[in-house]
């Protein structure tokens, strides 16, 4: 029954799902809808996933994130603008308000048009520094592309992310060849990120990079706002909630012109760049296409001979022996599919009532897993402690959704009659020997005095006279 229930609540899910669990309504922001003409291929790509795009510019009058306190769009894509606000429809505040109603914001920064002021407030709301002008050139004599920057050297030659990272691989260059392949970054922007848990960066800079402003240091660079691997070309921030926001330093780097071209590197040959489908992964993670993980269901039962099938009772006895199951999805483009914990990472199920009683790791069920859903399963002994404790699983990983799952039960003492008896237990033997002993020793004492033939009283008294 259980699996049948759980077939038909995946069959609903992908039945009703768009091609992002969060929904399909995209606003895009730019100074005028015309200059979507650039990024033809990127919003082609778009629409072809499914996405319902929508362009505004920053001072419509008819713009508003929110209609009747609900969202009235599901992800936001800012291209570069050269005002120097955004107007009242997109302050920092209704931003934070989007981003906490589970909206999904993709930022592309530009070096040649200052940030907006509204964006730069809500970077450093959320521990994301810009450089102080709001404008930065980012540079590297030593990985540029010899074709179209010779000169400013203006124009980075990067591998694809995740050659040390395997989990930014998995997600943002699954499958391609470092040889043949390169990502360009032309003439973006650097950001520097706090030490926040919820900040990843996807792209750093090579060491040999800086940024600087070219308009105030043409020549000579006195000081740099940051360099090396301080700088993040693009970079993710997941809040709690699981809603994403994307910092894309490069809006260049979207642009159908860099999109499957051909780059030389220095001192090298030319290679292909990876920018189209490094666009298609960073727009689907941050539009919550990939890297979403599902619960499907939850399952807890006592794990003993002759014990009831109940399932998530409310109540537990010291010492009983339970299972603990969970299933999980992860929804990748189109399909959920079994979600798969990383080999160097660890699944853990914490039963805890103030703090921890037990932290178990949980172990890959394959009798429960199916193509669709992988369930992880724990067993333990309920300690020898009353009181109200909860089943919880608090998974956060970086490019995941968060899963933080409780389940509250009260664990109860054992009854009267669920002692174990007194002779079933080894170190009560000598007692129960010396009290058979007193008992024996009283009745033989009684039979003894009862048995025992009285004295002549009469004989006793002659011999005495």
Not at 248 to 270: I, N, T
Not at 334 to 348: H, R
């Amino acid at each position: 029954m259980q699996s049948l229930f759980s077939f038909c609540v995946l069959l609903f899910a992908t039945l009703v799902s768009a091609i992002s669990t969060t929904g399909d309504r995209l606003l895009v922001i730019l100074d005028d809808v015309a200059d979507k003409a650039s990024y033809s291929k990127f919003l082609g790509d778009l629409e072809s996933r499914g996405f319902n795009i929508a362009f505004e510019t920053p001072k419509s009058e008819t713009l508003s994130l929110f209609r009747l306190g609900e969202r009235a769009y599901d992800h936001v894509l800012f291209l570069p603008c050269k005002s120097k606000g955004l107007g009242p429809n997109l302050t920092p505040n209704v931003l934070l308000q989007f981003i906490n109603a589970d909206g999904n914001i993709l930022l592309t920064l530009s070096s040649g048009n200052a940030t907006p002021s509204s964006l730069v407030s809500l970077l450093a709301e959320l521990d994301i520094q810009l450089p102080i002008d709001r404008t930065g050139l980012v540079v590297d004599h030593f990985n540029y592309d010899a074709a179209n920057a010779a000169d400013l050297h203006d124009v980075l030659l990067l591998p694809p992310p995740g050659s040390v990272r395997p989990d930014v691989k998995d997600f943002f260059s699954a499958g391609t060849d470092a040889s043949k392949e390169v990502l360009a970054f032309p003439r973006g922007v650097g950001v520097a990120l706090g030490g926040g848990e919820l900040l990843t960066p996807i792209v750093r800079a090579p060491r040999t990079a800086y940024s600087y402003n070219p308009k105030e240091q043409a020549e000579v660079v006195d000081e740099v706002f940051a360099a090396g691997e301080q700088l993040a070309l693009v970079s993710a921030m997941q809040a709690r909630n699981s809603a994403r926001l994307t910092v894309v330093g490069s809006a260049e780097m979207l642009q159908d012109g860099w999109f499957d071209v051909e780059v030389k590197k220095v001192g090298g040959q030319a290679a292909k760049t990876f920018n189209r489908e490094f666009a298609k992964r960073v727009s689907g993670w941050t539009f919550q296409e990939i890297g979403v993980l599902r619960v499907n269901w939850i399952e807890h039962h006592l794990n003993e001979a002759g014990a009831s099938n109940e399932s998530n009772p409310e109540i537990y006895r010291i010492k009983n022996d339970v299972t603990y199951t969970i299933s999980l999805s992860e929804w990748s483009w189109s399909a959920w599919t079994a979600f798969k914990v990383p080999t160097n990472d660890l699944l853990q199920l914490e039963f805890s009532m103030l703090s921890p009683f037990h932290r178990l790791p949980l172990a890959l069920d394959a009798a429960h897993s199916s193509p669709e859903a992988a369930a992880y399963t724990a067993s333990f002994t309920v300690p020898d402690q009353h009181g109200i404790f909860n089943f919880k699983v608090n998974y956060k990983r970086p490019f995941l959704t968060n899963v933080e799952e409780k389940n509250t039960v009260s664990v109860r003492h054992m009854a009267h009659d669920e002692w174990p008896r007194s002779y079933a237990i080894s170190g009560a033997w000598p007692w129960i020997a010396g009290i058979a002993a007193t008992i024996t020793g009283w009745l033989g004492f009684c039979a003894l005095w009862m048995y025992s033939a009285p004295t002549d009283k009469k004989k006793e008294s002659k011999k005495t006279q």
